[in-house]
């Protein structure tokens, strides 16, 4: 049975959102050993039995786990106790079950690569991308993919030139636009402003969450839809459009805190094509990998429609948007990064040369200044 890790938490404003993730994936893990690998806020990793039942993350203790970290190159988890290594377990696959920083910007699986573990999410490079949405639209628009238009500033250029983007933001964008944290999710620091008097403090609530910020032009009454896509061998399969039913702005509230059902809503078999097609094409130019969700808004009266953003780990995997069962996904992505894996080996990573030995002789000649 392979040993399978589940990463989940991590030192984000979505950490709470991705304990969720893991909660649901490990219920779906039948075939597996399931070795879960909680991160602290603090950015510590840990393991214990527990930590598969979400009710230790009410009244979480520290003492019912074990702190952790990994054999580099060799894909064997450390056990610590006391900083003494008091178990080796072999990983097989990695579970990736978290959002936001330090977990879906590309950094943990850098860690992964590393460690010579697999795992089941975008490499790193397209992880990065995903993450930053000012990039994302950087590849969108290279690609000719339609996306609503975007002023960006870092917090630096905002107090050095402030005036000059506020009326940039009035005279490009005009209001009402989008003010958002540039690599974040689950519409946390996210408002629209419609009001002069709102711009200043709605751009000063996204600096709370992220040092870079991306605003972006308000479509008007736009529809908004989201379609996961995952890839299986070279083939890229699409689920089900989903229409999201909101007011103005599909909030965190919205997301995660209401209990009351999605509706259905039914779309044009035209448009529910245009949107998997340029799902699709939106994957393939962000370089993607494992299963992403592409979200979309749809200008009706315009006939455009653009992809706002592309979630490289979408909450609970996207699960409920495919029509197949829970479990058959996991175990879709699970081999998949098994297949990735066994692909790379084929690759030539040394390469040997004179180098060394002409610096070591070039060396003697010089005298270096210490």
Request: contains cysteine.
């Amino acid at each position: 049975m392979l040993n399978i890790a589940v990463f989940f938490g991590g030192k984000s404003v979505e950490h709470d959102i991705s304990i969720i993730t893991a909660m649901q994936a490990m219920r779906g893990l039948k075939d597996y050993n399931i070795v879960p690998i909680y991160i602290l806020p603090n950015g510590q990793f840990v393991t214990g039995k527990k930590l598969t039942k979400s009710q230790s993350f009410l009244n979480f203790k520290l003492s019912d786990c074990q702190f952790v970290t990994f054999e580099m190159g060799k894909g064997y988890l450390l056990k610590l106790s006391k900083n003494k290594i008091k178990e080796k377990v072999k990983i097989d696959c990695a579970l990736l079950c978290n959002h936001g920083h330090g977990g879906e910007d590309g950094a943990l699986q850098g860690l992964l690569m590393h460690a010579g573990i697999p795992y089941t999410s975008c490499g790193i490079a397209s992880s990065a991308l995903c993450m930053d949405k000012v990039l994302t639209k950087v590849m969108l628009k290279d690609a000719k993919i339609c996306t609503p238009a975007y002023l960006h500033f870092d917090k630096c250029e905002y107090k050095e030139k402030k005036i000059d983007i506020l009326h940039k933001i009035k005279d490009k964008l005009k209001l009402p636009c989008v003010i958002k944290p540039a690599s974040l999710g689950s519409s946390v620091g996210v408002n629209i402003c419609e009001e002069e008097t709102r711009l200043e403090s709605y751009i000063e609530e996204a600096f709370q969450y992220d040092n870079k910020i991306i605003v972006e032009q308000y479509i008007a009454n736009a529809r908004e839809f989201c379609c996961a896509v995952i890839k299986i061998g070279q083939k890229l399969l699409t689920s089900s459009v989903r229409e999201i039913d909101k007011k103005v702005i599909y909030s965190f509230n919205d997301k995660y805190l209401t209990t009351s059902k999605p509706k259905t809503i039914k779309i044009s078999s035209t448009l529910n094509e245009r949107i998997k097609k340029s799902a699709q094409n939106a994957y393939k130019a962000l370089l993607c990998d494992g299963v992403v969700r592409v979200d979309f808004l749809l200008d009706e009266r315009e006939n455009k429609l653009y992809v706002n953003e592309l979630n490289s780990i979408p909450g609970s995997l996207s699960c409920n948007m495919f029509d197949t069962s829970f479990d058959d996904l996991l175990s879709t992505l699970i081999n998949e990064a098994l297949l990735k894996k066994e692909n790379e080996r084929e690759v030539v990573y040394q390469f040997s040369s004179e180098a060394i030995k002409k610096f070591i002789e070039l060396e003697s000649h010089y005298k270096y200044k210490r």
